[in-house]
């Protein structure tokens, strides 16, 4: 009786470590989630040169001010502006490079899982360098 408990114990410690550890999380990935949403948030407002602060200069060179960038979000990535829910998923960190899904309701009720990808800048900053979307199955929400 006396060792059974002991192995009781162990076990509930064992996954109030694990639960508190789970809880706190990777800060790469904490900070990833912001960036994305923060760029979600300025899309929705409107606010060109916010996003656009969050694009990664390899993305900043191919569209060269916010106004061409605003523009290329607007007419090909149409879903990320005003989502109804955004729902982060699958996270995958592999040195200065970080793998995002991220589960979004578009506007019009549509459902994508938008795949991003971030670069850790040399100042430790993390921008978005590509995003590409994937029509989900199963049509509109």
Same mark, same amino acid.
């Given at each position: 009786?006396?060792?059974?408990?002991?192995?009781?114990?162990?076990?509930?410690?064992?996954?109030?470590?694990?639960?508190? *550890?789970? $809880? %706190? =999380? #990777?800060?790469?990935? +904490?900070?990833?989630?912001?960036?994305?949403?923060? !760029?979600?948030? *300025?899309? $929705? %407002? =409107? #606010?060109?040169?916010? +996003?656009?602060?969050?694009?990664?200069?390899?993305? !900043?060179?191919?569209?060269?001010?916010?106004?061409?960038?605003?523009?290329?979000?607007?007419?090909?990535?149409?879903?990320?502006?005003?989502?109804?829910?955004?729902?982060?998923?699958?996270?995958?960190?592999?040195?200065?490079?970080?793998?995002?899904?991220?589960?979004?309701?578009?506007?019009?009720?549509?459902?994508?899982?938008?795949?991003?990808?971030?670069?850790?800048?040399?100042?430790?900053?993390?921008?978005?360098?590509?995003?590409?979307?994937?029509?989900?199955?199963?049509?509109?929400?």
């Amino acid at each position: 009786m006396k060792h059974m408990f002991r192995w009781v114990l162990v076990g509930l410690l064992m996954g109030l470590w694990a639960t508190t *550890a789970g $809880a %706190q =999380g #990777d800060p790469a990935q +904490a900070t990833v989630k912001r960036v994305i949403q923060d !760029q979600l948030s *300025a899309f $929705a %407002q =409107g #606010d060109k040169t916010s +996003a656009y602060s969050h694009a990664a200069p390899i993305i !900043q060179q191919r569209f060269s001010n916010p106004d061409i960038f605003m523009q290329m979000v607007t007419s090909g990535y149409p879903a990320l502006i005003s989502p109804k829910i955004v729902d982060f998923k699958d996270y995958e960190i592999q040195g200065g490079r970080v793998e995002q899904d991220v589960m979004i309701i578009a506007s019009d009720g549509s459902a994508w899982m938008a795949h991003y990808s971030l670069q850790q800048m040399e100042d430790g900053t993390w921008r978005i360098s590509g995003c590409w979307l994937e029509q989900l199955p199963g049509g509109s929400v």
